[in-house]
């Protein structure tokens, strides 16, 4: 019999942990289920690992120097080319606020450290049967078609997505850079490259273009929107929309309502 390999589920895994130690441990585990293996010592380097290979479930360790593993997770999940790839958190750490900043960066699951091996085989196991077959998705096959986002839009669009999940948080330009991977004058330059604004200029356009929308489309009290997109007062929010748009809020608002009671009325005399 012909085993068709077209349609098996991915079982390629790679490991990213900057300890031997661990990595022999979960290598040994993988080879029992005779799961393809790759390996990473650093998150940079397992974060280009997993850009070429596609593999088809990545085991990532949260402490590690340089990039930790939820500025990897969150550079995976900003690239279309690995974003549907699971992550699975390593880790020693028990803290109920760390495992849910690993879900927010887009892991789908915790392994805790030191490691269980039926606990980790369940695991592994679990996440690889939920993939989809390897003929959608690759297996541990180089991207040969070059279809890999350059490194400054992909640090842009993990640094886009983190602001924007923490719009009411007043984050440093230091604090964002090391979430995501890199340093102040990488992710200042990467935005200047991608958007043609530094970091917090992208961000107070952003903040604006929501404002917009809320005060056009929506109902919201003022204070509401103005503590919903981090501003520190409604005074504050109020001067930064009339810099912006020429107007204040209210007074948006208030044409736009008159605008649309004339538009109903039109309608109303159409119909009569």
């Known amino acids: 019999m012909i085993l068709d390999r077209t349609h098996s589920r991915p079982t390629n895994i790679l490991l990213i942990d900057d300890s031997i130690t661990d990595l022999r441990l979960l290598m040994d585990m993988m080879l029992l289920r005779r799961y393809k293996v790759s390996v990473a010592f650093d998150g940079i380097k397992g974060y280009e690992q997993a850009v070429l290979l596609k593999p088809g479930l990545i085991l990532l360790d949260v402490r590690m120097p340089t990039m930790d593993g939820f500025a990897v997770c969150r550079r995976l999940k900003a690239n ?6 699971p992550v699975i958190f390593l880790t020693s750490a028990t ?3 760390e495992r849910l900043e690993g879900f927010a960066a887009g892991g ?3 392994i805790g450290k030191p490691f269980v ?5 369940a695991r592994v196991g679990v996440h690889l049967q939920l993939m989809p077959v390897a003929s959608d998705v690759g297996n541990g096959v180089p991207d040969v078609d070059g279809e890999i986002l350059r490194r400054n839009e992909v640090i842009v669009l993990a640094a886009q997505k983190l602001m924007l999940e923490q719009l009411t948080t007043i984050l440093s330009l230091k604090d964002i850079a090391r979430r995501v991977g890199t340093n102040r004058r990488q992710l200042n330059d990467a935005f200047q490259s991608v958007c043609g604004l530094p970091v917090f200029g992208w961000l107070r356009e952003e903040r604006l273009r929501h404002a917009h929308h809320l005060v056009g489309q929506t109902d919201t009290p003022m204070s509401m929107i103005s503590e919903h997109l981090g501003y520190s007062t409604p005074a504050n929010f109020t001067k930064a929309f009339r810099e912006r748009y020429g107007c204040t809020p209210r007074s948006l608002r208030s044409e736009i309502s008159l605008q649309r009671h004339q538009e109903d009325n039109f309608v109303e005399n159409s119909d009569d």
């Open 80 to 85: 279309p080319t690995t974003s549907f790839i």
């Open 108 to 110: 789908v699951d915790y």
């Open 95 to 97: 803290d109920v606020a």
């Open 117 to 121: 091996e039926e606990e980790v085989l």
